[in-house]
């Protein structure tokens, strides 16, 4: 999930950047230290604003810099286990498909695709049900839930699982006619239903 939070840091500013707004050239500072940087219990921060000074800066001797008491807010990418995403999917490989998750991607293995055998076309690239027939590739649109999360240092090294074998979750196309399908049954008049019943019981008889 993408979340904000306040967070409070002491801050050097250089002297190259005393020529700047004192809010600009530490907003300029904590970008550079925290943007990018991934942390297991705060996520991926993405963004840092809304820089603003606490008290005087403080100036020690022989340090060419000041230092600033400051509180900023910050954007960060946090994945939660069981969290039902929409996301693309981005490539399609021969064990899974990858879907992008803000600034991370995630796996669904074929296994956790779909209730169904798949074929995989290396060709378009793209897999297929055997019975349903249902297609996933590049670009599709789906619903997945997050099973696994491995927040590492860096960005490549973090790894990110999904499934979509739960009801209700998928492409975005079988999950519309799912659902399409469901209230249909749910929307036949009462009539047609206890006529049916009637039929039912009648064949029962003879």
Do not use: C
Request: aromatic fraction near 8%.
């Amino acid at each position: 999930m993408f979340y904000t939070m306040k967070v409070h840091d002491k801050v050097r500013l250089p002297p190259n950047l005393f020529s700047l707004k004192i809010e600009d050239g530490l907003t300029q500072v904590l970008r550079e230290k925290y943007e990018r940087r991934i942390d297991k219990e705060v996520g991926v921060v993405l963004a840092v604003w809304n820089t603003k000074v606490e008290g005087g800066g403080l100036v020690i001797p022989g340090d060419g810099g000041a230092f600033y008491e400051v509180e900023f807010d910050v954007l960060a990418y946090l994945p939660q286990i069981n969290e039902v995403v929409e996301a693309e999917v981005t490539e399609i490989v021969e064990f899974g498909a990858f879907v992008g998750l803000g600034p991370v991607e995630g796996l669904i293995h074929l296994s956790q695709i779909a209730n169904d055998f798949l074929t995989f076309n290396k060709k378009v690239p793209n897999f297929t049900g055997k019975e349903s027939k249902k297609a996933l590739g590049k670009a599709d649109m789906v619903l997945a839930k997050i099973s696994t999360v491995s927040m590492k240092p860096v960005l490549s090294e973090t790894k990110i699982g999904l499934t979509m074998r739960p009801e209700g979750l998928g492409k975005i196309e079988w999950v519309e006619i799912s659902e399409k399908r469901k209230g249909a049954g749910a929307d036949e008049p009462k009539e047609k239903k206890h006529a049916k019943k009637e039929k039912k019981e009648e064949a029962k008889a003879a």
